[in-house]
Structure formats: structure tokens, C-alpha cells
């Protein structure tokens, strides 16, 4: 770039004349450098308005100016002065001398001639001059969607979406979204792309898929430059065709949308989110709609496709279903072939594919021949989640053997009974659940619920104060309580005057601040721990009592434990939002020595009104099972406030035990808590790496895909 100006440069004449200039807080030499030179734009203004157009002209040069010969009439008494009209300002950002608008503008395509009366296209006239490429596409078109063709048949003849012209070159989408559920926009690259280049988009409605509707007029693209166009959809997933004409140097080209509903707004995205390993988010589509198009297709000698019916469970007779869930039961019969009903327990002939109220089958699993190594299978699938108001990915969640009849799981049953359990390969639903508020109401007194089984309780204390408080709840709540432990830095020093709002007739005691709970566990009579911090609000046993509950109802359960939420000022109001609902493996890495990261999801948004098994419960408010603490085996190390609680239940899954948690109830936290993320609190060396396979298929997998 030039660095030496014009000698006839004008800073004061360049300044005025460009808005942009001052907006750019440049000054005006620096800011012709780098962009008035690039622009085209003159140095200065022409000889004889360089002085008019100057800021310097002095008031004595405007009063030698000669007025006007016409006369000028008075304007009435009272009248207002009439505005003074401004010339209007050049643009702020002009365009080079001699620039042809359509070399870098788009503009709507030449009218393309329907080949039936009632405004349809036949396939077959689609890029009629792309040869035997173009063909191609059009039999994937026709397998996809049953179509009769010479060529169907044939297996000689590849299955593809002949992506190659939109991935490469000018013609490249570079992004493209479902905007609204009633366009299909498109993002093309900005290289040089020839003349007269038309882009169109066709689509069928479910009932008629030969006949083709042009999605809008189309777009002529510009010869070069970006282009951002939105095409009107026919239908919300029906496959889409995109038609390449009158290129320069090559012939028409034609593209197959398969499955256009896994783009960005579309009611599959969350499913293409959940499964992307490209860096480029249309590099993945493209490969993935290729693999689901050949899969969807099958040849010969391939399998049956695995899911042979579809029925809902949970849907209450009558109920409001999602939106564009009709038109989702239109798109399963014209492409898959299957009926979708409502069922009461979910029993259907053949390999039935059971999903829960407001969920959608996956493509992937509708697509499949391999949704198990076992093809005699029960089968149980992560399933994902998704807002329903523009189907923004959220989750993606897994749960374990135990919990496949739970009503928020998807599975595939009708081969063999449930005990033949079998994990699927690929997410089998999305559910469109609304994610609630993140922040909630501190909610109105209410009479305290009474627990009635006899515990044995370890309070984790901080303060005085607060240990005070929570022993005062428990002799409210917790009248059977049998022994109270008291666990603190410094012992019970400090905290005498606390210990006299303890129960009648229980003599609180002091433990060994490194004690491990297995230690405690063998030191106690009753049948339960119950582990509290004295952050803890105990004001309703409640929760203390579902608790209990589903310790109880599972034999091999070792711990249970709820969603827990933490107090946050906001605005001078107290209100509540999501710490703890038990420990969940975030990742895994061998970059620097073999990983395992666990960390605390917000669970309340990812698994509402369930229970679930989770890797570990925190310490703060956990009901643990005496019997499964006391027959570990001692592990060496040093007591961690951050790591006791991973270490314990990842002992306890290895022992055979397991760890629950549930939303069905909360309890609450007094101050604010941060929620631990992606750390590794467990150490290396402490498990070793095969057995996380055995841990990972043990407990919940949440997975956040925003």
C-alpha cells in the first residue's frame, strides 16, 4: 500500500465530503491510505466548488457571493420559517467508479417454465445438461422416496447427494439454517463464480413426492462476492433439491438435501450437534446426510431396517402435542414408510421404537440396520434434548441399564423381553422440553414434614451459628435421630454453645476432621448415614424423606441424594438457582497422562421430575448406606474437601454399589455455590484406565451441545 499521498490531497475537503471519516476516528490522511485509495475515491473536490465545499470558507467570502435576481417575498406575520433543506450526503460507503451492480449483486432468476399445468416439475427436468452426475442425484431422489425409475434398481449405481458443486469453488455453502421453519437460508461464498449463474431450490410436499415445487423465483448469483439468499420451504423436512444452471466452463450441476431438517433451526439439529466431528458445521452435514442417504437406501444384501413402528408413551388422551409434530408423522410415511400412533404401554408388532410425550425419532435411528451388535435385542438409547421454539440443541443424555423403563427414555422392544438389555449405537429421540428458568423462587413457609427413621448423622460445620441452626432443624425434623457426629477443623472447639440446640437426649460428638466416612461408618449403630453440611436449610423433611425412600427401594443402592440449590441476591431478592444434583463424568483426555473429568451439570434443565444414577453424590446432603461404607476397602491419601466425594463413589461403583440422585425434590443451600466443571479432583493412578469403561456404563452421561 502506497504510503505517500496525492500532492492535490484536501484533508479538510476528503473529511467533510465522507461521513465515514470521522466515524472511523482516523485521521483523514490515514484513512485515505488504507480506504479512500482502495474505494476510488477522488483526492479532492473539482477546482470550482473546492472552495464552497471547504469547513475554512470564512462568513466574509459567503457575503461576497452574489444573491439571487428573483425577489423574495415576505413570509407572513406569524409564519414559521421555512426549513432550510440539506443536499443530501454522499453514502458512507461508495462504490469505485465504473462498479457493475451485477457483478457483485444478486438478483431474482430468469422464470423457469413448469412442466406440468399445475406449476409441478418432473424430476428428470431438473439440470438437464449436467449428464450423468446430475442423473445420479436424481435416482438417490427416487430410492429415498420409493419413486418407480429405469435405473432404481440398478446396484451398480451409486447412492449420492452430489454435494461436490456446493462444497468447492464460488458455488460453496458456506452456511446454511432453517429460519422460522419456513425458509431455507442459504450462505454462498464470496470467489469468482462466472455469468449468469441461477441457483433454485425444489421441494415436494409428503403426499406427492414426485411432483416438485420451485421453492420461490431462485437467485442469479453475482459473478463474484458473498450471496445470502433464503429459499421458501414447501415442507419442514422433506428432502430438498438444489439446481445449478447456465454455469461457465462446466455443465448444470444438481444437489440432494436428504435430510435438510439437521441443519442450524431445523427439528434435527440437535442430532447433528450431538454427533459433528468436522470442523466445519457444513462439512459435517454433507457428510453426515451422505451416510444416513445410503443407510436410509440400503442396496442389496443389506439388512432390514431396524425399527419397523413407532408409538408414543406418556401423552395423556387429548393432550396439545408440540408443534409440527403433524407434519413429522406426514414425513416418517413418505420417506421411512412408517406409521407413528399413540400407545398405553407402548407394545407394537415387530421392532417397535417406544418414545416418551413430545419426542421425535432420530434419523439416524429411523435410518439404521445396526442399532445393536445383538439383532435379537432389547434396546435402550441416549436420546437428546431440545428447546421447542427454534429446536436449539441443549443435551444429550444416556441413561443406564436400570432406568430403561423410565418414561423420559427412548428404546426399541418387541424381539425379545426387557431383560435382554442392549445399548443402542446412536441417539434414538429428541424431546422438545422448554428449559425452565435457571433462577427460582424462594418458596412460602410450609409445616415441616417429619422423618421417622432412625439415622445416625455426620454435620459438616463451618460456624457456629450455622451449626446451631441446622442441630435446631434436626430436632424438628429428624426426632430419631440416634447419634450426631460432628466433623470441623478444629474439633468442637469454638462450638460448644451450638451444640446445646442438639436434640434431647443426644450428646453430639467430635470426629476426626481427616476421617474418612468409611472409618465413621463402622463407628455408628444405625443403618443410615446421613451426611449435612450446616449450609443446609433443613426447614422440611420433604425432601429427607424421598431421600430415604429410594435408598431404601434399591438394594444395591449406596448413596442417594437430590438436586440441591444455593441462595444468589439478585436485586435485594433472595433467589435460588441450580448448585449441585450429583457428579457426572465431563471428559476424558490422554493428552498428558490419562484423565477422567467429572463436574456438576445443571440437572434441573437436563433431567426434570427423574431419578437418575450419577458417578457420585456431593457430601453436603446425601443419605448413605452403613453397610456398603464399612465393607470398602481402605484407600490410601490424604482427606480433600474437593475430592472426598468423587473418590468415594467411584469406590463404591467399584464394589458393585451405585449412587443415586433425583429433581423430583430439591433442597437448599444458604449462601451462593459455585458448581464444579471439567476438573479431574480423583488424581492420576487412582483408577486405572480400563475399568472406566466399567464406571461410564454405570451412571448417567449428560452432555451439554450449546
Keep these: 500500500m502506497p504510503k505517500t499521498l496525492p500532492p492535490e490531497f484536501d484533508p479538510e475537503w476528503y473529511s467533510a465530503s465522507y461521513s465515514d471519516v470521522s466515524l472511523s476516528g482516523l485521521d483523514p490522511r490515514e484513512h485515505y491510505r488504507r480506504f479512500g485509495r482502495v474505494l476510488g475515491r477522488p483526492p479532492c473536490g473539482p477546482p470550482e466548488t473546492k472552495r464552497q ?12 457571493q452574489p444573491s439571487s435576481s428573483a425577489p423574495v417575498e415576505a ?7 421555512s426549513p432550510k433543506l440539506k443536499k443530501s450526503a454522499p453514502p458512507i460507503i461508495d462504490r469505485p467508479q465504473g462498479l457493475e451492480r451485477s457483478t457483485v449483486i444478486a438478483a431474482v432468476a430468469a422464470p423457469k417454465k413448469a412442466s406440468s399445468n399445475d406449476g409441478t416439475f418432473d424430476l428428470d427436468d431438473l ?3 449436467g449428464g450423468e452426475p446430475t442423473q445420479q442425484v436424481r435416482d438417490s431422489y427416487r ?4 419413486l418407480p425409475g429405469d435405473r432404481v434398481g440398478r446396484t451398480d449405481q451409486p447412492t449420492t447427494c452430489g454435494s461436490w458443486a456446493f462444497r468447492t469453488g464460488g458455488t460453496r455453502i458456506e452456511n446454511a439454517s432453517m429460519v422460522d421453519g419456513a425458509r431455507l437460508r442459504l450462505m454462498l461464498a464470496g470467489a469468482e463464480r462466472g455469468n449468469g449463474v441461477s441457483l433454485r431450490a425444489y421441494q415436494a410436499q409428503p403426499s406427492s413426492p414426485a411432483n416438485l415445487l420451485m421453492m420461490g423465483q431462485g437467485v442469479q448469483l453475482p459473478s463474484e462476492g458473498p450471496v445470502l439468499h433464503d429459499f421458501e420451504l414447501v415442507h419442514p423436512l422433506m428432502p430438498v433439491l438444489l439446481e445449478l ?4 466452463g462446466f455443465n448444470s450441476a444438481l444437489a440432494l ?3 435438510p431438517s439437521l441443519l442450524p433451526g431445523g427439528l434435527h439439529n440437535a442430532e447433528l450437534k450431538a454427533l459433528q466431528v468436522e470442523p466445519s458445521p457444513m462439512d459435517d452435514f454433507w457428510e453426515r446426510s ?11 444384501g443389506w439388512p432390514e431396517r431396524w425399527v419397523s413402528c413407532i408409538a408414543t408413551v406418556g401423552q395423556e388422551q387429548g393432550s396439545k402435542e408440540e408443534p409440527g409434530l403433524a407434519e413429522v408423522r406426514e414425513w416418517l410415511l413418505a420417506v421411512f414408510g412408517l406409521d407413528w400412533h399413540q400407545s398405553d404401554d407402548g407394545a407394537s408388532g415387530g421392532r417397535g421404537l417406544i418414545l416418551p410425550r413430545n419426542s421425535i425419532p432420530t434419523i439416524g435411528a429411523l435410518a439404521s440396520r445396526h442399532l445393536s451388535e445383538n439383532e435379537n435385542a432389547y434396546l435402550q438409547g441416549p436420546y437428546l434434548v431440545a428447546e421447542p421454539a427454534d429446536n436449539r440443541p441443549k443435551w444429550s443424555i444416556t441413561l443406564v441399564a436400570d432406568q430403561a423403563g423410565d418414561a423420559a427414555a427412548p428404546r426399541v422392544s418387541g424381539v425379545l423381553p426387557e431383560t435382554a438389555l442392549r445399548p443402542a449405537r446412536t441417539p434414538l429421540a429428541i424431546t422438545l422440553r422448554p428449559v425452565p428458568n435457571s433462577s427460582h423462587a424462594a418458596p412460602p413457609e410450609q409445616a415441616a414434614v417429619v422423618v421417622e427413621d432412625a439415622l445416625a448423622i455426620l454435620v459438616d460445620a463451618t460456624t457456629a451459628a450455622a451449626t446451631a441452626r441446622l442441630l435446631a432443624a434436626i430436632k424438628d425434623v429428624v426426632p430419631n435421630v440416634t447419634e450426631i457426629l460432628i466433623r470441623a477443623p478444629d474439633g468442637l472447639e469454638g462450638l460448644q454453645p451450638a451444640l446445646a440446640a442438639a436434640p434431647q437426649g443426644v450428646q453430639p460428638r467430635s470426629v476426626s476432621y481427616n476421617a474418612s466416612l468409611r472409618e465413621i461408618a463402622k463407628d455408628i449403630r444405625a443403618d443410615t448415614l446421613l451426611t449435612l453440611s450446616d449450609r443446609v436449610v433443613l426447614r422440611d423433611g420433604a425432601a429427607l424423606c424421598a431421600v430415604l425412600e429410594m435408598l431404601k427401594r434399591r438394594d444395591t443402592a449406596a448413596s442417594a441424594s437430590c438436586a440441591l440449590l444455593a441462595e444468589k441476591i439478585v436485586k435485594k431478592d433472595v433467589v435460588l438457582q441450580p448448585a449441585s444434583g450429583g457428579l457426572f463424568p465431563t471428559g476424558v483426555s490422554l493428552v498428558r497422562g490419562p484423565s477422567l473429568t467429572f463436574g456438576e451439570p445443571d440437572v434441573l434443565q437436563a433431567l426434570p421430575d427423574l431419578e437418575y444414577q450419577v458417578a457420585a453424590n456431593t457430601l453436603l446432603f446425601t443419605a448413605w448406606r452403613r453397610a456398603a461404607l464399612a465393607d470398602l476397602q481402605n484407600v490410601p491419601g490424604t482427606r ?12 463404591l461403583l467399584r464394589s458393585g454399589y451405585t449412587n443415586w440422585c433425583t429433581t423430583r425434590v430439591t433442597a437448599r443451600l444458604s449462601g451462593p455455590y459455585a458448581p464444579r466443571d471439567e476438573i479431574d479432583p480423583v488424581g492420576p493412578g487412582f483408577m486405572a484406565v480400563p475399568r472406566w469403561e466399567d464406571v461410564l456404563g454405570k451412571v448417567t452421561l449428560v452432555r451439554e451441545l450449546f
Design 53 to 64: 465545499a471547504s469547513p475554512s470558507s470564512s462568513k466574509a467570502d459567503k457575503k461576497l
Design 127 to 129: 439440470a438437464a445438461a
Design 640 to 651: 480433600s474437601s474437593i475430592s472426598e466425594d468423587v473418590r468415594l463413589g467411584l469406590e
Design 75 to 81: 413570509a407572513p406575520v406569524g409564519a414559521l420559517p
Design 290 to 300: 451422505e451416510v444416513l442417504l445410503r443407510e436410509t437406501v440400503g442396496g442389496k
Design 257 to 259: 438435501l436428504p435430510f
Design 143 to 146: 430410492r429415498l422416496l420409493n
Design 245 to 248: 444452471e447456465g454455469v461457465e
